[in-house]
Nanobody
Framework: QVQLVESGGGLVKTGDSLSLSCTPS????????MAWFRQAPTEEREFVAA????????NYASSVKGRFTISRDNAKTTMYLQMNNMKPEDTAVFYC?????????????????WGQGTQVTVAS
């Protein structure tokens, strides 16, 4: 089994920056692609960004492209999400996800492991 723990959420103002981290534990060797999703109140969980095992290929939702950057450390364990120029519509619970597949999926069902989530709130 794999456990994922997010950290770094909080309250920021419009235009501010915030960085999230996701630290895996357990059978981390089984995790290949990793991703960030988010879920706003009354909304479905949506894809934010994904990154491959080596950290050299990524993709982003159009709503965050150019503002958010996903990365992974050299040990291919901890994953990060650097969020810049934040907007009130970024307010959501952000979830870390891991997949045993190499595919950078954008669907919730494509990921095998999930963290508990961390709240991000952007005040206008």
């Amino acid at each position: 089994q794999v456990q994922l723990v997010e950290s770094g959420g909080g309250l920021v103002k419009t235009g501010d920056s915030l960085s999230l981290s996701c630290t895996p534990s357990g059978r981390i060797s089984s995790v290949s692609a990793m991703a960030w999703f988010r879920q706003a109140p009354t909304e479905e969980r949506e894809f934010v960004a994904a990154i491959n095992l080596n950290g050299d290929v990524s993709n982003y939702a159009s709503s965050v492209k150019g503002r958010f950057t996903i990365s992974r450390d050299n040990a291919k364990t901890t994953m990060y999400l650097q969020m810049n120029n934040m907007k009130p519509e970024d307010t959501a619970v952000f979830y870390c996800a891991g997949s045993e597949s190499r595919t950078l999926g954008i669907g919730v069902g494509e990921y095998d492991y999930w963290g508990q989530g961390t709240q991000v709130t952007v005040a206008s």
